[in-house]
């Protein structure tokens, strides 16, 4: 067999390519092929930048500052012409089936809104996410395999469920109801502790209470496609305010028994949800600068969160409170985190957080 | 003022598209954890293609602002983080294309690091080797150098590379192939 040419030893340097049979028994093209790779090899040599924590998390409040959302693209003649010409494709030949690929993200809800809502609605294989800006929806969620998530977010917390059906209510981009058909949901919202919401109770932001919900029934909705878009042609929210009339006709029937007087946060049942207020509350002092009570709240957080994952979350907070208290204990902190939790894909953060201080 | 979600409750840590199909739905603390995962690498992916410090941390920034503009065009095509490097290299070549920076990276190659201790590889014990091809490196063209740079340096298949940046895979192949000719012959000039 002939000597390769240089470009296809080229080709045979690299991740993920297939040493050539000719190449294993040719000394002259193993050599000429070793050039190429002794050459990357020598450029891999070359020192990581040195990047210190300071300028990292500068640059990363920056990126979330700047993080805004994006603005709806402008129709051009071009697209406005494809719109039409498929459109009047699709109305002269037949409906077609648009095929869905083996692996792409099936929805696990069924999103109704009601007139005047504005949302988002995002999926992964492991992550359904919907982004409510205003107005009421209502979701079904179909129950979730053991990694995947459901979220509806707002502004200022967001509301997880594990299969359930329940409806949440936006105004000005904060979650303002939130009334639970069937399952079991937690909201969460910055400065205060996680709220466990079981079937048949409403929670609502004004009073502060968990309450039963009174008769009435629920404004017309329509079905929402589970892909990404932005409803942006949606009007504004109606002016009447969303009242528990509208909450009673959720299916199935809220059960009488609902105690009205019930406080928000009731006790936790298990440690998790220990662990989820602990947290909450530690996240609120991070917020308000009192670092040192916050790392408490963390650790507690950890420790009564055991192996859930939680506890990741926790101990890296604890952690980032303590580095930014400028507390002794930080460099320790980051290192239990790191050796605690190394498949986190905050380990880099973290690391790079301990050298820095460990430098000092 | 400016709101930020709690990140708690999480059960298992997000896939790389789960957080990119979160920054669709404005979940800005889905773009706070791709960066805290991909910065670094974005970090030395700039300072590798510049050359000068001096602008890398705009970048980086203006990286993962882009990044979570166009999330919503993210079709999987490649992986994220190749994808975020494929963002990365359109800035780079855009900042240096318009603001004519060639002359600044340039000056700034006397700045790169180099190697402050020997490493095993007894080729690379020679800093001069390195430091010459560094310059080299730096000479080429924006889409010769970000050829080596994804896959010499950061070993990204070929293949995922030239989706990631758009073009065909022989088209890459060739960039790849004539920028490490250009290597080689440089350093065999220095050996000899």
Known sequence: MSCLTDRDLSDSVGPETLLPPHVVECLSCRARREVFARDAALLRTQDEPRVSAERVARVRAAVLEGAIAPRAEKASWVSSFARVAAALLLVVVRPLE??????????????????????EHALSPTD?????????????VAKLGANQRFRVLADDGEVEVRGTVFDVEVTDAKLS???????????????????????????????????????????????IVASAHVDASAPEPDAA??????????????????????PIAHAPKTDLEAAEIQFARGWDLLHRRELSSAADHFAQAEKLAGRAPLAEDAAYWCAMAL?????PDAADALQAFVSRYPSSPRKAAARALLDALLAR | MTARLIPIGRTDPRTDEALVAACVAQDRTALGELFDRYSRAVWRFHARFLGNSGDTDDLVQATFIEVWRAARGFRGGSSVRVWIFGVAYNLARRHVRTRGRRRAFL???ALLPVAPEPPLDKIADDRRLLRRAIERLHALSPEHRVAVMMVDLEGIPSVEAARALGVRPGTFGRRLFEARRLLRDALAEETR
């Open chain 1, 177 to 223: 109801r939130v009334a639970v058909s069937e399952g079991l949901v937690v909201v969460r919202r910055i400065g205060h502790a996680a709220v466990w919401l079981e079937a048949g109770r409403l929670w609502q932001r004004e009073a502060e209470t968990v309450i039963a919900p009174q008769d009435g029934g629920i404004a017309p909705a329509r079905r």
């Open chain 1, 128 to 140: 359904e996410v919907v982004r409510l800006h205003r107005g009421r929806i209502r979701l079904r």
């Open chain 1, 323 to 327: 580095h930014d208290a400028g507390d």
């Open chain 2, 107 to 109: 000056e700034g190659l």
């Open chain 1, 98 to 119: 648009v095929p869905v690929a083996p692996n792409a993200p099936v929805a696990r809800a069924v999103v109704e809104s009601s007139e005047g809502a504005l949302l």
């Open chain 1, 241 to 262: 305010p969303f009242d528990d009339a509208t909450i009673a006709e959720v299916t199935p029937p809220i059960p009488a028994h609902v105690d009205a007087s019930a």
